[in-house]
């Protein structure tokens, strides 16, 4: 399953960390309370709070065996496990929809484009040349102004300076700030077919 508490912009719901725990559950009854709470992020005294409402609603049975405690999902609670999963991939498949439509910008316009290249290697860059990579377009070269990134590579893609010639069908220009003034350094190195990437309206735009 999807892990959204590893992505940083997304805030796990209580609704996503009850799916965690009734997972949990699902998979090993005899998991403790501590072991919940790395799994779901939460302290464990939380987590007791979460078993204790899932008892009172009788998702869960709880039984005793010495120190050892059990928690096993009843027919309810594999009903509400396989409920809540429904709903959370419904919500993916509605924030995939809309990604889609941000993205057909992009794709359309470097439909026709057979070797990439990205002038700039930070953060914008990269994510875009995940984004390229997956949907089957070929990022050859990043280049970039600071000598410190020369010579690496990133997803096995070269990073070099903006001055090495390097056969490209189109390059998209991809910075938060410096945008425009590497328009004109990438002309003045005979750049053509070049894009801008706006990170606003996460848009390209042909530039000249």
Do not use: C
């Not at 377009?137 to 990134?149: A, L, M, Q, S, T």
């Not at 938060?176 to 848009?203: Q, R």
Request: glycine fraction near 6%; avoid cysteine; aromatic fraction near 10%.
């Amino acid at each position: 399953m999807i892990r959204i508490d590893a992505l940083k912009f997304f805030r796990p719901t209580p609704e996503y960390r009850k799916l965690l725990i009734l997972e949990a559950l699902k998979e090993n009854s005899d998991i403790s309370q501590k072991d919940l709470s790395v799994i779901v992020g939460i302290v464990p005294s939380l987590i007791n709070k979460y078993l204790n409402e899932f008892k009172e609603l009788g998702l869960i049975k709880v039984e005793s065996q010495g120190r050892k405690i059990r928690y096993i999902l009843t027919d309810e609670g594999v009903s509400e496990l396989y409920y809540l999963k429904l709903s959370f991939f419904n919500d993916v498949v509605s924030l995939s929809i809309k990604i889609e439509s941000h993205l057909e910008n992009i794709l359309l316009k470097l439909k026709s484009k057979k070797n990439i290249g990205i002038y700039g290697a930070g953060l914008v860059g990269r994510a875009l040349a995940q984004l390229l990579l997956n949907r089957g377009f070929n990022v050859v070269v990043f280049f970039d102004d600071d000598e410190k990134k020369i010579g690496d590579r990133y997803l096995g893609i070269p990073i070099v300076n903006i001055a090495s010639k390097a056969g490209v069908d189109a390059l998209i220009v991809a910075s938060i700030k410096n945008s425009e003034k590497m328009v004109k350094i990438a002309k003045n190195f005979h750049y053509s077919d070049i894009y801008l990437f706006n990170t606003e309206e996460f848009k390209i735009k042909w530039h000249g």
